[in-house]
């Protein structure tokens, strides 16, 4: 299926963006419970766990999207051939936890040494700036993939970084990330156990 975005460009999946990139990688080599999914199939597994525990209630964010061309090869069937977001996306994730309102947003890299600011988008930033404003606990996931690594950063870095790029910054520094940020191990139940890494960034955001 084709799914475009509202000004026509087409939309790259990440397995899109896989296909196109020769080199070799390891989305699907983590050692852990969840053994070769993808970030956000891992972070869906442990919200999962989280609902059954009743620990939180955090849900990946629904994107309204447009169908413009269906077929149907058979009566009883249909299959969608194109379609358009509705409108740009905010973040992927929010929930409910300790009675905060979460919101975040999950990316992974091959990169070794830092994270591409290009993997956000000015409107994500926006939202962060929205949410933390009413005091809401804001961060993002991130997935270094050749190193296995997951960080939890605060959203007030990106926001930080985010303004850098008029100076030539493209990235944020994995050592940033590591003073910054709180390391998730990866687990098998859950798979990505980060509630405990928000923990700590409540306590942090509180102080």
């Not at 994107?63 to 061309?69: F, G, Y």
């Amino acid at each position: 299926m084709t799914v475009n975005y509202p000004d026509g460009r087409r939309f790259l999946s990440a397995s899109d963006h896989l296909q196109s990139n020769t080199k070799p990688h390891h989305r699907d080599s983590v050692v852990f419970g969840g053994r070769g999914m993808s970030l956000e199939e891992t972070i869906n597994a442990s919200n999962d766990y989280y609902r059954l525990h009743q620990r939180a209630v955090i849900y990946k964010k629904p994107t309204p999207i447009q169908i413009v061309k269906v077929d149907y090869p058979q009566r009883s069937q249909a299959v969608i051939r194109e379609a358009y977001f509705r409108q740009a996306s905010t973040t992927d994730y929010n929930g409910v936890y300790r009675g905060y309102y979460l919101d975040f947003e999950a990316k992974e890299t091959t990169n070794k040494a830092s994270f591409p600011l290009k993997n956000f988008h000015q409107h994500q930033v926006n939202h962060f700036r929205n949410c933390l404003a009413q005091d809401g606990i804001c961060f993002t996931i991130m997935r270094f993939t050749t190193l296995e690594r997951y960080f939890l950063t605060p959203a007030s870095l990106l926001i930080e970084y985010w303004g850098k790029q008029a100076t030539g910054r493209k990235s944020i520094p994995l050592t940033t990330i590591q003073k910054t940020g709180y390391e998730i191990p990866a687990g098998f139940q859950p798979a990505l156990n980060y509630l405990d890494a928000v923990d700590q960034l409540i306590t942090t955001a509180k102080r």
